[in-house]
């Protein structure tokens, strides 16, 4: 099969297109016939050698996928051949930029019936994120009001339809670029943060303060008295500490994304239901994703990519 892989960490040229053995699954796992693989931007940490993931070399990158079952191990009994799956692959294990991929059945869960198999693969990490950060982490119910800090990126754009669809007001911060888009996913207010102080901007305070972006950690600081008495401050930014304020009752989270099939199979279930979108900015061959990795490392890269299978494209 061919893979997408590096031999060593280091910058994007130590990625490789190139022949490997198609893997055979073990007990209690299936191999996937892969649709699409997204990337993300965890991607290119691991690939880096700066995100601390313990990955055996050679190592296939690609930690979402969807695709079809197409061998079963000892043991996997939720799936049959043919099956149409999507899934949060382990961060460590071989991953989905290959024609083919194995992993536990038991992260996995049927794909969406209403989009392109292969853009299934720009849901399962993501809007995991966004539905733990604001309901696993924040408590967002209905009536409530969140700040979204970044919301223009792919995470923001679920978190702004999931945050919409629970009865919440979203206030979302973006820049004339994003504004459109997160407009469009339901946002009540946008802000330009380049151009307007949020702690003039939001007259009100805020249930919910979910930070997406990488700001300093004394831009973060500065927020939360935005955020009402009880109220939670929740990031995806792990490199930081999430600050809150312990006097207020004010608590701070941090998102380390779970693979919960359970939760994603909800979120199969909106998409289908047609109450979250599904956003791709790009489907590529598989032997092309090396540039989009070159394109992260410049920060030009800009909305969700797929790298398809070249002999699917």
Do not use: C
Request: hydrophobic letters at 45%; charged letters at 20%; zero cysteines.
């Amino acid at each position: 099969m061919k893979v997408l892989r590096f031999h060593e960490t280091g910058g994007p040229e130590v990625l490789r297109y190139e022949d490997a053995d198609t893997p055979e699954p073990g007990a209690g796992e299936v191999r996937i016939r892969v649709a699409g693989s997204a990337f993300n931007p965890a991607d290119t940490g691991i690939r880096s050698g700066t995100l601390p993931f313990p990955v055996a070399l050679p190592h296939t990158p690609g930690y979402d996928v969807a695709g079809t079952i197409d061998a079963i191990g000892d043991g996997a009994t939720a799936f049959q051949p043919g099956d149409a799956v999507v899934g949060f692959l382990s961060m460590t294990a071989d991953g989905s930029a290959a024609e083919y991929v194995v992993t536990p059945a038991d992260v996995l869960t049927a794909a969406p019936t209403s989009i392109p198999l292969a853009d299934a693969a720009a849901l399962p990490s993501i809007g995991l994120t966004a539905w733990q950060a604001l309901f696993d982490e924040g408590g967002l119910i209905e009536g409530q009001r969140v700040l979204i800090v970044g919301a223009g990126g792919s995470v923001g754009g679920y978190a702004i339809q999931l945050a919409k669809r629970a009865g919440a007001y979203v206030i979302a911060t973006a820049s004339d670029r994003s504004r459109a888009s997160v407009t469009d996913a339901g946002a009540d207010e946008v802000i330009d943060h380049s151009r307007t102080s949020l702690t003039d901007a939001v007259s009100e305070p805020v249930d919910v303060l979910l930070n997406l972006a990488p700001i300093e950690p004394s831009e973060f600081e500065v927020l939360v008295p935005l955020v009402r008495d009880g109220g939670a401050v929740v990031s995806t930014t792990a490199w930081m500490t999430t600050p809150g304020d312990e006097a207020r009752g004010v608590s701070a989270h941090t998102v380390f994304v779970r693979s919960e099939v359970a939760q994603l199979a909800k979120l199969v279930e909106l998409v289908d239901g047609g109450e979250l979108r599904v956003e791709v900015a790009r489907r590529i061959p598989l032997s092309e994703l090396a540039e989009v990795h070159a394109q992260a490392a410049t920060g030009t890269l800009r909305g969700k990519v797929i790298a398809i299978p070249d002999a699917d494209v």
